[in-house]
T-cell receptor, first 116, second 113 residues
Framework: ETGVTQSPTHLIKTRGQQVTLRCSSQ?????VSWYQQALGQGPQFIFQ???????GRGNFPPRFSGLQFPNYSSELNVNALELDDSALYLC???FGQGRGRDEKLFFGSGTQLSVL | QKEVEQDPGPLSVPEGAIVSLNCTYS??????FMWYRQYSRKGPELLMY????GNKEDGRFTAQVDKSSKYISLFIRDSQPSDSATYLC?????????????FGKGTKLSVIP
């Protein structure tokens, strides 16, 4: 059984550019969530995808967008990068829509994004 | 007031000590409570998951939830240098929103040999 994998591990961009981060879910999982973790902070929920549709979104502007593919892998796209977007971006996968008490979230190692 | 409050530490203890980590929360709708461990430059790793008030034990770890006081704790017995990491509490509502976790800031723990 493979875990959640993310690519790339590190990325450097300049302000105003666009970036795409990728995530492969853990085997058997069909829900993907993305989180942003700034230095010294806990992760913050960006959005969640279930069966290729966004079904939950945190307090992030529309320039943060995503996709989920039929194989349940996912992308996070960020347009018009700002300095404050520098953070560790974490992908997490799970099974189901989160209605069951035993459904848990498993995280990848993240992509460290630096915006200069 | 933040929904989840967690003392960021840092916390430094000698090897073998009992460690107590705590979080308070303000949202009564939170039903699921988790503790994650995060090593430097890694993603969070699920340690404990509970949805009931009371204690849940797993090896050297005990998670405690008091819903009436909106307070959760993680106890680590016989702490080891390998336990040195940042510990994040997380919680969520039930139902379709249960994967939208709200995290504390994390407590950085160092276990000194």
């Amino acid at each position: 059984e493979t875990g959640v994998t993310q690519s790339p591990t590190h990325l450097i961009k300049t302000r105003g550019q666009q970036v795409t981060l990728r995530c492969s879910s853990q085997s058997g999982h069909n829900t993907v969530s993305w989180y942003q973790q700034a230095l010294g902070q806990g992760p913050q929920f960006i959005f969640q995808y279930y069966r290729e549709e966004e079904n939950g979104r945190g307090n992030f502007p529309p320039r943060f967008s995503g996709l989920q593919f039929p194989n349940y892998s996912s992308e996070l796209n960020v347009n018009a990068l700002e300095l404050d977007d520098s953070a560790l971006y974490l992908c997490a996968s799970s099974f189901g829509q989160g209605r069951g008490r035993d459904e848990k979230l498993f995280f990848g190692s993240g992509t460290q994004l630096s915006v200069l | 007031q933040k929904e989840v409050e967690q003392d960021p530490g840092p916390l430094s203890v000698p090897e073998g000590a009992i460690v107590s980590l705590n979080c308070t929360y303000s949202n009564s709708a939170f039903q699921y409570f988790m503790w994650y461990r995060q090593y430097s430059r890694k993603g969070p790793e699920l340690l404990m998951y509970t949805y009931s008030s009371g204690n849940k034990e797993d090896g050297r770890f005990t998670a405690q939830v008091d819903k009436s006081s909106k307070y959760i704790s993680l106890f680590i017995r016989d702490s080891q240098p390998s336990d040195s990491a940042t510990y994040l509490c997380a919680m969520s509502v039930s139902g379709a929103g249960s994967y939208q976790l709200t995290f504390g800031k994390g407590t950085k723990l160092s276990v000194i040999p």
